[in-house]
């Protein structure tokens, strides 16, 4: 079992920026492929990025390639999404999710989630 606690959120200006944030408590953090996934009202949970456990391979969604960067500090049980050039498009509920697949981009594949955070991109 892993419990994920989200934070970071909040207001931003359209082309500023925020650092979500997700802590990990429970077993080993360093054993899960970690992504964040984002749920805007009225669509369907999409992924955003993932980062393998060791930390050495990233993917993410072509909307925001270039301008989010996904890491993670395994000393620190925590997970980051550094948000740049940030659009109202990007206005959701953002999620943390740890799985144990290899690799992972559907939200079925992921086995505990957080309760979010929200970000809200003014134009």
């Known amino acids: 079992q892993v419990q994920l606690v989200e934070s970071g959120g909040g207001l931003v200006q359209a082309g500023g920026s925020l650092k979500l944030s997700c802590g990990a408590s429970?077993?080993?953090?360093?054993?899960?492929?970690m992504g964040w996934f984002r749920q805007a009202p009225g669509k369907e949970r999409e992924f955003v990025a993932l980062?393998?456990?060791?930390?050495?391979?990233?993917d993410y969604n072509s909307s925001v390639r270039g301008r989010f960067t996904i890491s993670r500090d395994n000393a620190k049980n925590t997970l980051y999404l550094q948000m740049n050039s940030l659009n109202p498009e990007d206005t959701a509920v953002y999620y943390c999710?740890?799985?144990?697949?290899?690799?992972?981009?559907?939200?079925?594949?992921?086995?505990?989630w957080g309760r979010g955070t929200q970000v809200t991109v003014s134009s």
């Open positions: 999710a740890a799985s144990r697949a290899i690799y992972a981009i559907n939200a079925n594949e992921y086995d505990f």
């Open positions: 429970g077993r080993a953090f360093s054993n899960y492929l």
């Open positions: 980062i393998t456990w060791s930390g050495s391979s990233t």
